[in-house]
């Protein structure tokens, strides 16, 4: 709770925080208005393929050219402004940077990126979180195998998901679910770039004001960021994926304790230990009051007598029983908040979430009817979303993760709302991000072997992590 303290301390010791950002697009935007703001934190160097977009982004949030005009990144070191640059690899390898920041959104690039700073020996803040929900796991081994930081970017709702975890089980709380809220129904699930704003609640108008990506947002709505985001999740926190995928049950912020049980105790989970995602419209789409559709939330138990008690006595919302509690934060701000992460990593030596188990993965699965011949493009697209799955029936099926379901082309059809396979499909094997899954689903057993499709880890250095049958066994979170 002293961040700003520490903040402002390197800020007087002339010493701040050295950061790299690769990617300056929406979520980059955001932050690249906030780090001049900030005490303490120099932004040495920009690396975007699109130069002339990232200087149009800094424009648009206030950057004099002046501060962004670096002739090199020694010259931003020396003056205390900023390099723009198209060359990431110069940016990571650069000895005056402390942190980067991969804001790209692309997932194979991300995984690339990741692992260059790794050998660099540089932590950093993976914004990317498609490519986490394949690969975060073998990418935080392979972090720790270098003796550096990978992180989660806080802001984005997986990291402040792992925080609200965190703060429970530090209090002793038995988690019970975590996750985020959502605008959902069924149909979403068929929307494109080219119905997402519809669906949305912006104009077009206002979508392009704001620089707002329609593929991007269009993840959202078709479920497909839900997926990833719980996948994220459950990895970092130790929670579990529903067999069957997301259930987005309806619900205000005070419905989540309720909503938030067994099955057997008038819930909607499985077991106890999972992760789920809130929706604020009912099933016939009318929008529901005080709901939790921009933020995150976790549910926990009063598993004792006395607690139940405290829960009665302070008037907090429970479900009818009095047993399960909610806390939540209701909105995140996204690159707004990434200074957080930055804070976390230079000043504490610690992520904001980072995977410490394989729990769960993405499937990529077929929008439509498809055909040989039929191009996938991504999450977000017109032919594939991606589905919540266990990562033990996503290895044992042989599920395409979502985030390698980009610019891939098919080699057998596949039905509408069916899981594409590795074998429906004629992947790239010498691209990064493909060995690096690879080599991560050789990391795991493919089941865990008590009926629940779980996948162990099998490296040596893996944390302990919670499971349903023993939720309530405090372990260490990614928050």
Known sequence: MNLYAK????????????????????????????????PGVHLVGIADLSPSRAIENLKRVGWPEQRYGAASL??????????????????????GIDVIAECTGNPPAAVEHCLAAFASRKPIIN???EADAFCGPILAHKARQAGVIYSLAYGDQPALACDLVD???ACGFPVVAAGRGHKWLPQYRESTPETVWDHWGLTAEQAARGGMNPKMFNAF?????PAIESAAIANATGLEAPSQGLAFPPGSVNDIPTLMRPRAEGGVLEAKGQVEVVSCLTADGAQIPNDIRKGVWV?????????????QEYSVVTDPSGRYMSSYKKWHLIGLELGISVAAIAL??????????????????????LRPGDTLDGEGGYTVFGKLTPSGTSLAKGYLPLGLAHDVRLIRPVTKDVCITWADVAVDETLPAVR????QEALYSSVAGDGTGRSKMLSADAAPRQNAASYSVVTRAGG
């Open 74 to 95: 020694d010259d931003a070191l020396r003056n205390g402004t900023t390099h723009l640059t198209d060359d990431w690899e110069a940016l990571i390898k650069f000895h």
């Open 127 to 129: 914004v990317t979180v």
């Open 7 to 38: 903040l402002l301390a390197r800020e007087a010791e002339r010493r701040p925080i050295r950061v790299g950002l690769i990617g300056a697009g929406k979520f980059g935007a955001m932050y690249l208005h906030q780090a001049p703001r900030t």
């Open 299 to 311: 549910c926990f138990e009063g598993d004792s007598e006395y607690i139940r008690n405290c829960f």
């Open 348 to 369: 504490r030596g610690e992520p904001t979430g980072v995977a410490t188990c394989f729990n769960a993965d993405v499937a990529a699965t077929a929008k439509k009817d």
């Open 167 to 169: 703060w429970a089980r």
């Open 436 to 439: 690096i899954r690879k080599e």
């Open 221 to 225: 709505l078709d479920g497909s960021k």
